[in-house]
């Protein structure tokens, strides 16, 4: 299994925040969890509003705590709401069911951590997450 180190993480973010500023997207908020949710790296663009570092770490958390990616947790929430409302309620309002939280895998296919970015639409979250993930060898799983 390969550990997700900081630098490593850090790498993940300066690319996706590059990904970002490719496609001129509102300025984003990233954050890098290890496969213990624990935040690594947190990464805020000048201008993003308060409450994104929250988000951005309730999408990876969320994606690490139940082994999906937030684009799947927020197609549950459409398709059984009480569920998802009931394990919010667990997780202590920290999962966010929204696009944009990838799960982040080794050679092995072994979650070792994910990435959560909120900023811009949820789709070109997502979008910048995958980009920063594949830039460093690793594999986004998106769902």
Known sequence: MTALTLQTATTISQQALAAGRAITCAPLTIAVLDAGGH????????GASMLRPQIAIGKAWGAVAL????????????????????????????LIPAPG???????????????????????????????????????ADAG
Request: aromatic share 2%; proline share 1%; with cysteine.
């Open 39 to 46: 935040l690594i790296t947190l990464l805020r663009e000048d």
């Open 67 to 94: 082994g999906k990616a937030s684009r799947l947790i927020s197609e549950d929430a459409q398709a059984r709401p009480s569920f998802i409302s009931a394990v919010n309620t667990l997780a202590h309002g920290n």
């Open 101 to 139: 939280g990838v799960l982040i895998r080794d050679e092995q296919n072994t979650v070792i951590g994910a990435i959560g970015i909120s900023g811009d639409t949820s789709d070109i979250d997502e979008q910048c997450a995958i980009r920063g993930i594949l830039a460093v060898g690793l594999q």
